[in-house]
């Protein structure tokens, strides 16, 4: 199988900023970093994935986000506290391909910084980012039924309620919700 790794790529220059935040492409340096919230189980509940145990399965991880960006199917993004300049989180623009001028949001953001607005500052950055530099026309994100305080998130970012659907996650029936928004119009 070709490796990306080793090509340059459009999206690997990304650099969004805010007053807190930095987001970045994912990296394969980041692997310590993100094992420190991707192997707590608070973090992991409401994702289909179970807690990462090794830093073995963190680099499994990045080695594939990096190759998805490269063949332009995703766009993963180091969520970085300015002040430590510790990753403290991800944002993914995901499906990238399935439905030209469309993407799935997904994001993780680490336990201490809960509550705090990161992730809708982060989440904010991202869509922008969608929007105005991938040309996307919409971008849809999931979020648990029972995990209101991701889908606060997408309320706050704009997105609004679609449907729901059944799904089994790690052998549970769980209902979640999905939620969308559009490309702004420009001013005419």
């Known amino acids: 199988m070709f490796d990306f790794l080793t090509r340059p790529h459009r999206h690997d220059s990304v650099h969004l900023v805010s007053e ?93 910084y809960w509550g705090q607005g990161m992730m809708t500052e982060s989440a904010r950055l991202t869509l922008a980012y969608g929007f105005s530099e991938m040309a996307l026309s919409s971008i849809h994100a999931w979020a648990d039924e029972e995990n209101f305080a991701s889908r606060k998130v997408l309320q706050k970012i704009g997105m609004a309620f679609v449907t729901t659907e059944q799904r089994v996650v790690k052998g549970d029936q769980r209902t979640y919700v999905r939620y969308q928004t559009s490309a702004p119009h420009p001013l005419i």
């Open 20 to 112: 807190r935040l930095t987001l970045r492409p994912l990296a394969l340096d980041d692997a310590e970093d993100m094992l420190l919230f991707a192997r707590d189980p608070e973090v992991t509940r409401y994702l289909p994935w179970s807690p990462n145990a090794d830093l073995s399965t963190v680099r499994t991880f990045l080695r594939d986000q990096v190759n998805r960006r490269r063949r332009n199917e995703s766009l993963g993004l180091a969520v970085v506290l300015r002040a430590t300049n510790a990753v403290i989180g991800s944002t993914d623009l995901m499906e990238l391909k399935r439905i030209p001028g469309e993407a799935e949001l997904g994001y993780i953001l680490a336990r201490p």
